[in-house]
């Protein structure tokens, strides 16, 4: 069965709760690309991982909804400037090996998109996961679609630490704060399990149009709750 969200009411929900009353086009357009992933590819999963999935995205991408660059820089040139001189000045304490400095092939491995994927070992993951050649040309992690494919796939899988969506939101577990060991250990996860549940409540089902589309999901739900 084909589930459709909400739009109106989702946008409506969300506009008010988390972006001060404005939305602009590319947030939208960042909101309506994880959305039509969503239905498309795995509509009938848990509505909590769409949620956490938003509000991933919502955190690492600044609330712009789009793919970015680590730093929210405009150029690799300028991310890997500002990413030097933060690490020359000890701000970057626990990175060991500088993986943002360019390769033998000219290539940085910095953060990009709209969960931050970062070094060499990772691009070929996702690469892998989502069939999209990431290690030959690692700015398209910032094309949309492929931001999308590596945020939904990445956290369903647990491709970005031992942690995936279903460890921590299941049949058994509302673990909204651990959930953000997903991505990026304990990092403001308190602030991301506030985030989540605001998506989920701007999350539910389209209603069905006109009478007899009312009628038959009305039966549907009736033959469900009998036999279920």
């Known amino acids: 069965m084909v589930i459709h969200i909400d739009r109106p009411?989702?946008?409506?929900?969300?506009?008010?709760?988390?972006?001060?009353?404005?939305?602009?086009?590319?947030?939208v357009?960042?909101?309506?690309?994880?959305?039509?992933?969503?239905?498309?590819?795995m509509p009938q999963a848990?509505?909590?991982?769409?949620?956490?999935?938003?509000?991933t995205a919502f955190h690492e991408t600044a609330y712009t909804m789009q793919p970015v660059r680590e730093t929210l820089a405009t150029t690799d040139a300028r991310a890997i400037e500002i990413l030097e001189n933060a690490f020359a000045n000890g701000k970057l304490s626990w990175v060991k090996?500088?993986?943002?400095?360019?390769?033998?092939?000219?290539?940085?491995?910095?953060?990009?998109?709209?969960?931050?994927?970062t070094h060499k070992r990772n691009y070929e993951a996702m690469s892998v996961l989502t069939g999209i050649d990431l290690v030959a040309e690692p700015d398209r992690a910032m094309?949309?679609?492929?931001?999308?494919?590596?945020?939904?796939?990445?956290?369903?899988?647990g491709s970005f630490s031992r942690h995936k969506l279903?460890?921590?939101?299941?049949?058994?577990?509302?673990?909204?704060?651990?959930?953000r060991r997903i991505v990026n250990g304990t990092d403001r996860a308190e602030k991301l399990a506030g985030y989540g549940k605001t998506f989920l409540s701007a999350i539910r089902?389209?209603?069905?149009?006109?009478?007899?589309?009312?009628?038959?999901?009305?039966?549907?739900?009736?033959?469900?709750q009998l036999f279920g």
């Open 97 to 117: 090996t500088p993986y943002w400095r360019r390769d033998e092939d000219g290539k940085s491995w910095l953060g990009r998109g709209l969960v931050q994927l």
């Open 143 to 157: 094309e949309m679609d492929a931001a999308v494919s590596i945020l939904i796939e990445g956290m369903v899988e």
């Open 9 to 27: 009411f989702f946008f409506d929900t969300v506009r008010t709760a988390l972006f001060k009353g404005v939305l602009n086009a590319p947030q």
């Open 205 to 224: 089902d389209e209603a069905p149009k006109g009478w007899f589309a009312r009628l038959k999901a009305w039966l549907a739900r009736g033959i469900a």
């Open 46 to 55: 848990d509505p909590r991982w769409l949620a956490y999935i938003l509000a």
């Open 166 to 179: 279903a460890d921590h939101l299941n049949e058994t577990s509302d673990d909204w704060v651990n959930a």
């Open 29 to 41: 357009d960042g909101m309506t690309a994880i959305l039509n992933f969503w239905e498309a590819r």
